[in-house]
């Protein structure tokens, strides 16, 4: 099953579109994995100032390369000795290239905010990730209990729909596998295959953790009569939101934060969290801890988590990670959306076994 994953996961990469981007003027990146002289558990003692903090950071993520370039420019207005560059794509080929660098000693992210804890507690198990409690983190109700990684956003998957097709939504995961309820579309979406469109969780690891959360609260069976139904699999949560809007798949699941943008926009989609639930993801921050500039690295965190930026990710339609920070106009609050309860301890020990069952399933 290894070798499945692998080859899927390969052939996934190699279709994929490398997302990085540099911000700030052109310098060598550092690539000797030093350990840090000493963990700082605690935000209360004391770092550089704005003016002595300098030198280079290196930031993996998933999250969209606008925001995550908005962020590093905004960073290097309060710091401008410090140098971002941003290397973005989804949590697969994030998680990839991370994997290569351990593997190589070599280790060049300081900074890396993914898309679930899954990936995030993998490192930790690896032992690569730095102890740090940022500034403000009692704002944050969800973060690693020994301090190596902090919650900066919440995303979740839900139901698009494109509202000039689709006049009756899905109000549950389980209408996405309801024959009735496909017979209630309209021609040829009630016969068609590709009336739903998902996201692959060998690219996406929001994905992953949906895929996850499904498979326990229904069992494997439902992907089976996913498939055998005609629900179709697209390379990202993106990918979804676009096919949705263009009307080439009608239905689709996608991030909430991504329909909020395009509804802002225009677009004729909408969305639904699902009565039955859906998986809250808390969107982790972590710092490498062979990090060679654990200051600004530390600067950097605290800034992901200040309000400047978490007021910026609310204006993208994101729920924010701090409880002071009201989420976007006529989001509900997180305590109000409706969840199926994820242990990510558990999913980040199977990660492999969960995107090798779904390739079989899916994909095969």
Same mark, same amino acid.
């Given at each position: 099953m290894k070798k499945l994953f692998v080859a899927l996961l390969i052939f996934v990469l190699a279709f994929s579109v490398v997302g990085s981007g540099c911000v700030g003027k052109k310098e060598t990146?550092? =690539? &000797?994995?030093?350990?840090?002289?000493?963990?700082?558990?605690?935000? @209360?003692? $004391?770092?550089? =100032? &704005?003016?002595?903090?300098?030198?280079?950071?290196?930031?993996?993520? @998933?999250? $969209?390369?606008?925001?995550?370039?908005?962020?590093?420019?905004?960073?290097?207005?309060?710091?401008?000795?410090?140098?971002?560059?941003?290397?973005?794509?989804?949590?697969?080929?994030?998680?990839?290239?991370?994997?290569?660098?351990?593997?190589?000693?070599?280790?060049?992210?300081?900074?890396?905010?993914?898309?679930?804890p899954g990936n995030t507690i993998y490192l930790k198990n690896k032992g690569v990730l730095m102890k740090y409690i940022p500034k403000d983190a009692d704002k944050v109700p969800v973060k690693d209990p020994e301090g190596y990684w902090i919650a900066g956003r919440f995303i979740a998957p839900v139901i698009a729909y494109n509202t000039e097709i689709v006049k009756n939504p899905p109000k549950k995961w389980s209408d996405l596998v309801d024959s009735n309820y496909r017979a209630s579309l309209p021609s040829p979406w009630n016969t068609a295959e590709g009336w739903v469109a998902i996201p692959n969780p060998l690219y996406s690891g929001a994905a992953t953790a949906w895929v996850y959360g499904l498979s326990e609260k229904y069992g494997w069976d439902y992907f089976k009569k996913a498939k055998e139904m005609g629900i179709v699999v697209l390379k990202s949560n993106g990918a979804v939101k676009n096919a949705v809007i263009e009307g080439q798949d009608p239905i689709g699941v996608t991030l909430d934060y991504m329909v909020r943008q395009a509804i802002a926009k225009g677009a004729p989609i909408n969305y639904v969290y699902p009565e039955d639930g859906t998986v809250l993801i808390p969107s982790p921050i972590a710092i490498m801890k062979t990090t060679e500039n654990p200051d600004a690295a530390k600067a950097f965190v605290d800034f992901l988590l200040s309000k400047e930026v978490q007021e910026l990710l609310v204006q993208y339609g994101i729920i924010p990670a701090r409880t002071d920070v009201a989420p976007p106009q006529g989001t509900p609050s997180i305590t109000e959306i409706p969840q199926i309860q994820i242990d990510w301890e558990k999913l980040s020990a199977q990660l492999e076994d969960i995107r090798n069952k779904f390739s079989e399933i899916m994909l095969g």
């Open positions: 990146s550092t =690539t &000797t994995a030093t350990p840090t002289p000493s963990e700082t558990t605690s935000s @209360s003692t $004391p770092t550089q =100032t &704005t003016k002595e903090i300098s030198g280079t950071i290196h930031f993996y993520t @998933s999250i $969209p390369k606008d925001i995550a370039v908005k962020i590093a420019e905004e960073f290097q207005k309060k710091y401008p000795n410090v140098k971002v560059e941003v290397y973005r794509s989804g949590a697969s080929k994030v998680m990839a290239k991370l994997d290569a660098e351990i593997e190589a000693g070599k280790i060049i992210a300081d900074v890396v905010w993914l898309a679930d």
